[in-house]
């Protein structure tokens, strides 16, 4: 069954616009780690907001699994987007708040992830005083731990250095492998595919499968 099902999906801002994406279809299943590749301009966040639902399809229609429904869809933004004065445990503990964990439940939860994406280091320490990796990673660690069906990734290493890159592409790819959660992430650097299940390439509005 797919977790999202993109059927002749096409977006364009306005009546005589270009299209921005055109007449996708695509189904995502639960567990699948999917990698769309693009130049930047080319529309990849546009289209990860069509599949996480924030922005409708001009025409055709985005279908949700019963389970996603009932959970929820996590987004990691490329500008990493922590709360400076909170410590990584707070910042990643956010994630068991918005869940419905209690205070200690959420605290606990947070701790294991910054272990799991070798964090635990680091937890005490307020987010502002991280590098740019470290606070990706606890962005990716609060999004799992709000124990979403879908986290959707835009430009999850834009803003790091190349030896960091490389070091969070294997950790994501650990906290993916542990999961089964649908992740599709859009992305230029194509260094990501090493941890994607399925490769697309978007090219002029179209999805082109690539593995």
Not at 16 to 25: A, F, G, K
Request: include cysteine.
């Amino acid at each position: 069954m797919s977790a999202v099902r993109l059927v002749d999906a096409s977006f364009r801002y306005a009546d005589r616009d270009p299209w921005i994406v055109e007449n996708l279809s695509l189904d995502l299943a639960p567990g699948e780690r999917v990698a769309i590749f693009a130049p930047s301009g080319s529309g990849k966040t546009t289209l990860l907001s069509i599949i996480g639902g924030i922005v409708p399809p001009t025409l055709g229609r985005v279908e949700y699994s019963p389970d996603v429904v009932a959970r929820r869809i996590a987004w990691v933004q490329q500008d990493s987007n922590v709360i400076g004065r909170y410590s990584a445990l707070d910042n990643v503990a956010l994630g068991g708040l918005a869940r419905g964990l209690s205070p200690s439940q959420s605290r606990i939860a947070a701790r294991a992830w910054l272990t799991s994406l070798r964090l635990h280091h680091v937890a005490d320490r307020p987010a502002r005083t991280l590098s740019g990796g470290q606070r990706q990673r606890l962005c990716i660690a609060r999004a799992l731990l709000t124990d979403p069906a879908v986290i959707l990734m835009d430009e999850p290493t834009a803003q790091l250095d190349e030896q960091t890159t490389l070091e969070v592409h294997a950790l994501i790819g650990r906290a993916i492998s542990a999961s089964r959660v649908l992740f599709v992430i859009a992305s230029h650097d194509r260094r990501l595919a090493a941890i994607a299940t399925r490769v697309f390439e978007l090219v002029d509005g179209r999805l082109r499968e690539a593995r």
